[in-house]
């Protein structure tokens, strides 16, 4: 799709919001709520978080509303935004019926209506292209990802926390959205990245955007990637953390790591989840659960009353192993997109960043 | 031969009948299977080494191997040990009574590299079924093999499951048995002491294709053993067991460093997984 940009005023995107939901999407997007920014269920423009400035650092989140007036989309994502509405953090996969000394399966689909999003961050598009991966063959995954069209924004405002320019996933989304917005002072730049977005796109019957905006946008991107302070030590770190395992920073991390699991909670690439059996209390049935899990739980590595893992420096050995290392093997590259969150939202403030370059620095 | 998936979503069990129940053991039992539906009774295949995930309502699924052969299309068998919450209600279970099966998962022993060579099978501690499933293969096809020793380590003699099994095993032509056990009973006729104090006596050409199961320590001594005897590290394989919950590579509770033990293995060569065997927290 690379069709000619648009402009589109800010009093337009009240147009937009009205022609995603005349085409039958439900919208979810960007809200203020208690504290942080979250993706909600919404209906108008007034929902979305006008003015409001966040301030992100390791063990460390805020976000308010600042000055009247402002930008939409003048923070950097908040604790989550896509990986919850195609990955369920809990759901029923079957359900087993039992009758006659009988046993009947019925696989539970997840019913989800066609729902836009808006302001989908880049690095959240590029986690959603390797969980689209990871869940390419997984019936539930791919019924609630079908419904899904990506209305993205480019980021001009990133988190002290963000490093996305170092894994090379952001500011700028590159790939896998329907419709782009840049957002300016007077509107947004909007581009068509897939069929669906052009057809939106079109209604709307915006005038080109001018080189002047499209300047403004590019600068604005620039800035976003030159403000960010960390980074991912460069080189293969496959190679290099497995040759570490006996590192002494291991030791070191697992005297400030909780095992909490926030981070593999709020990481929008972590894929694992454990299964539950849930009977009814007659007997009659029973419903089959798959739940967020996280390699800092205690059952993860659990086999035969031994623990693969028994101690949080084997765990976070093995968060960081696989995020950097093991990803690179299944999924041809890094696990980690850059956002953050693992930073912000870790009660102990362990930043990954400054993990791994302890861990790659000095003697195996 | 490629094995075939169930149906187009790997995580919805099918009804399986149980046809027969054996006692191997007081702790070790076999369910004999056979899908209720006819149609996919016939298109189910699987290989040796190759698990099934089997799933009793109000309890849980487990993994457990196929021990009974490929080419028996009218049962599938799978031997259980006893060992926790949610092993024990299987072994309630009674000849007529249904349970949930979804697989074959996984990737089998090398069968095709097998053909027409040497075939070493070393087990350690208890009732291995990966790699009864593989003796009882190439038994069933003698000719198609070279030479096949079976080298098996128990903790006490009084641990080793179809006893009389190996005895008949040790009088075939061109087989040779080998026994060890940590402590011996009174008529314990083999070694006493670790696998490797067995491992003297076997003859084992650098052509041989090795095949291994048991606690991972366990393997790694065996590997060693057959690397100095000039077997390859391409031609050493084993069958890893890590907490599994899926069996398709989806969950990641049973990931070895890069490697998911359900989807890659649970059957590896030692050249892939050498790096982290053994490695305590992986
Ligand atoms: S590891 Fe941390 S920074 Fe990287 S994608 Fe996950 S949450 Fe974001
Ligand atoms: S093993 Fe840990 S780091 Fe890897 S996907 Fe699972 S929870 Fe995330
Ligand atoms: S058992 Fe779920 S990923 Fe291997």
Redesign the interface.
């Known amino acids: 799709m690379s069709e000619q940009r648009k402009f589109m005023p800010n009093a337009r995107l009240d147009d937009l919001l009205a022609q995603l939901t005349r085409a039958g999407f439900q919208l979810i997007g960007p809200q203020l709520q208690e504290g942080a920014i979250v993706y909600r269920p919404m209906t108008s423009v007034a929902e979305l978080p006008l003015g409001v400035r966040d301030s992100q650092a390791p063990g460390r989140y805020r976000a308010a509303r600042g000055e009247e007036g402002g930008r939409w989309f003048a923070w950097a994502n908040g604790p989550q935004a896509l990986k919850p509405l195609t990955f369920a953090p809990r759901e029923p996969?079957?359900r087993?019926v039992?009758a006659e000394?009988?046993?009947?399966?019925a696989?539970v689909l997840p019913e989800m209506p066609p729902t836009a999003v808006i302001g989908v961050r880049a690095c959240d598009l590029a986690a959603l292209a390797i969980q689209d991966r990871?869940?390419a063959?997984?019936?539930a995954y791919q019924a609630r990802r079908r419904q899904l069209l990506l209305v993205a924004v480019n980021c001009s405002h990133p988190a002290a926390t963000c490093f996305c320019a170092s894994t090379g996933d952001g500011p700028a989304a590159s790939s896998g959205y329907d419709l782009l917005l840049d957002e300016l002072d007077e509107g947004f730049v909007v581009a068509a990245g897939s069929e669906a977005g052009a057809g939106i796109l079109a209604l709307l019957n915006l005038t080109d955007a001018d080189p002047t905006q499209l300047e403004e946008a590019a600068a604005l991107l620039g800035r976003a990637a030159a403000v960010q302070q960390r980074t991912l030590p460069a080189g293969d770190l496959?190679a290099t953390l497995?040759a570490r395992?006996d590192h002494l920073r291991w030791d070191e991390v697992a005297q400030r790591c909780l095992a909490c699991a926030n981070c593999t909670q709020v990481c929008p690439t972590c894929?694992?989840?454990?299964?539950?059996?849930v009977?009814a209390l007659d007997?009659s049935?029973?419903e089959?659960y798959?739940e967020w899990?996280s390699?800092f739980s205690e059952?993860?590595?659990?086999?035969?009353?031994f623990k693969?893992?028994p101690d949080i420096?084997?765990r976070y050995?093995?968060w960081l192993?696989?995020k950097l290392?093991?990803?690179?093997?299944?999924f041809g590259r890094s696990g980690c997109v850059g956002c953050g969150r693992c930073i912000t939202w870790c009660p102990a403030g362990i930043d990954i960043t400054e993990e791994a370059r302890a861990i790659c620095a000095g003697e195996p | 031969m490629e094995a075939f998936p169930l149906e187009s979503n790997p995580a919805l069990p099918h009804e399986a009948e149980i046809i027969e129940r054996i006692e191997e053991t007081p702790t070790i039992f076999t369910l004999r299977l056979r899908f209720t539906d006819p149609a996919l009774h016939q298109r189910y295949s699987f290989m040796p080494g190759q698990f099934n995930m089997l799933y009793l309502p109000g309890v849980g699924e487990i993994p457990i191997s196929i021990v009974s052969d490929p080419e028996d299309e009218h049962l599938y068998d799978h031997t259980i040990r006893m060992v926790g919450r949610v092993t024990r209600p299987f072994a309630q279970l009674k000849a007529g009574d249904h349970i949930g099966v979804r697989g074959p998962f996984g990737r089998g022993w090398p069968v095709a590299q097998a053909l027409g060579q040497d075939v070493v099978i070393a087990t350690g501690g208890l009732g291995c079924a990966p790699v009864v499933a593989m003796i009882n293969y190439v038994l069933r096809r003698r000719e198609q093999f070279g030479r096949l020793t079976i080298i098996q380590g128990v903790r006490h003699s009084a641990d080793l499951i179809w006893r009389e099994r190996y005895e008949a095993w040790s009088q075939l032509p061109n087989t040779q048995v080998l026994l060890a056990a940590g402590q011996a009973g009174p008529d314990w006729r083999w070694h006493t002491g670790h696998i490797t104090a067995c491992l003297e006596d076997a003859t084992i050409t650098p052509e041989s294709v090795v095949m291994m199961c048991g606690p991972e320590p366990m393997m790694v001594a065996v590997a060693k053993d057959m690397l100095l005897r000039g077997v390859s590290e391409e031609r050493l394989w084993l069958s890893m067991e890590r907490n599994m919950q899926c069996g398709f590579g989806k969950c990641g509770h049973c990931q070895v460093g890069p490697r998911f033990v359900c989807k890659d293995g649970p059957v590896f060569s030692y050249h892939e997984v050498k790096d982290l065997l053994g490695k305590a927290g992986f």
């Open positions: 996969m079957w087993a039992a000394g009988r046993l009947h399966f696989a990871h869940f063959d997984e019936p496959a497995f395992l894929f694992c989840h454990s299964h539950q059996e009977p007997g049935h029973s089959h798959r899990d390699c059952g993860h590595s659990y086999i035969h009353g693969v893992r420096r084997t050995r093995q192993t696989h290392g093991g990803w690179q093997r299944q």
